[in-house]
């Protein structure tokens, strides 16, 4: 399918009189400033921020189903100066059934990116014939890197819709069992079925906490989370958060190990501690070589890996 799109893609544009790009680098993320450094939240199981013993890894896990999303972009031609990206984006869910993961649901998408009020009619209509999703990436004037910044966020912004759709049809599709999500569940919460999903968070951009709390939560021991909190603002209100340290931290970095667990208001006050046993028990196995294996649970690693098989080489 990739080497299709890749042919059916650069014909068009060499028909509307553009130059195609058979060398451009495959990117996965978009690379940007931190937006958010700081955000406010609040203390709601204790009046200060504690460590909490868990009490060790969990003797069993429950019934649950995982699930992810990736994203590729590069630049698969020109108008001149204007750049033209060919995006990918997909989201899958993995059951796990007697300790084998399943797919419960897959979603993908092949897409087009460019600054369409900047392309000739021509061009446009040549891309539009392609059959795939036609992106207006905005902005008013060339600039070779904000383009394809740009047509980077359109790529972000779908994949996190194509997730969103996703998790809407699996938990429309069960009736029981959590949703572990690899990142935030803000966009979640008003999701028939919300109160069944985790979100586990493995970056650690925006600092929700300050002060002595910050401290408690940077400096966790392993097996230790600290009190439940609340994100403040709009849907986040809904969303009650803890961090959990699935590895020993001491003469490493201090977020290494950390994940930030997520869950909707009303059940996380008294599922947290089992939550993060059982958050512990999904360290093993190892979900190296991946660098980011310390905070990395083996079962969303599974996901990424079934959804870069499904991609293939992609370019």
């Keep these: 399918m990739s080497d299709s799109v890749t042919r059916l893609l650069s014909d068009a544009i060499l ?8 060398g451009s680098t495959v990117l996965t993320h978009v690379p940007q400033p931190v937006a958010t450094p700081f955000a406010p939240a609040e203390s709601v199981e204790h009046n200060a921020i504690r460590a909490i013993d868990v009490g060790g890894t969990a003797e069993a896990t429950p019934p649950a189903a995982f699930m992810d999303g990736i994203q590729r972009y590069a630049v698969a031609g020109r ?7 060919r995006g990918y984006v997909a989201a899958a869910v993995l059951a796990r059934h007697d300790a084998e993961l399943s797919a419960a649901g897959c979603r993908e998408e092949e897409l087009v990116i460019a600054p369409l009020s900047r392309l000739p009619d021509r061009a446009i209509r040549e ?8 992106h207006d990436s905005g902005g008013e004037r060339t600039h070779p890197i904000v383009d394809v910044h740009l047509a980077g966020q359109v790529v972000e912004r779908r994949r996190e819709e194509l997730e969103l759709q996703v998790a809407r049809e699996y938990l429309g599709h069960t009736t029981f069992g959590w949703l572990v999500v690899d990142g935030s569940i803000t966009a979640m919460v008003t999701l028939a079925g919300a109160a069944r999903i985790l979100g586990v968070v493995k970056s650690h951009e925006t600092q929700y906490l300050d002060g002595a709390d910050l401290r408690q939560a940077l400096t966790l021991p392993a097996g ?3 009190s439940v909190f609340a994100r403040l603002g709009a849907e986040r209100s ?29 059940s996380a ?6 939550v993060s046993r059982w958050m512990l028990a999904e360290r093993a196995p190892l979900s190296a070589p991946d660098g980011r294996w310390d905070r990395l649970i083996y079962p969303v690693h599974q996901v990424e890996s079934y959804l870069r098989a499904r991609a293939g080489e992609w370019l």
């Design 238 to 266: 809904m969303v009650r958060t803890w961090y959990l340290r699935l590895w020993p931290w001491e003469g490493r970095d201090l977020l290494y190990g950390l994940i930030r667990l997520e869950r909707v208001a009303e």
């Design 224 to 226: 230790h989370r600290t």
């Design 15 to 22: 028909t509307a009189g553009g130059t195609a790009d058979t």
């Design 127 to 134: 891309l539009e014939g392609t059959g795939m999703p036609l």
């Design 79 to 85: 108008f001149g100066l204007i750049p033209v990206i």
């Design 269 to 274: 006050l008294a599922e947290a501690t089992e």
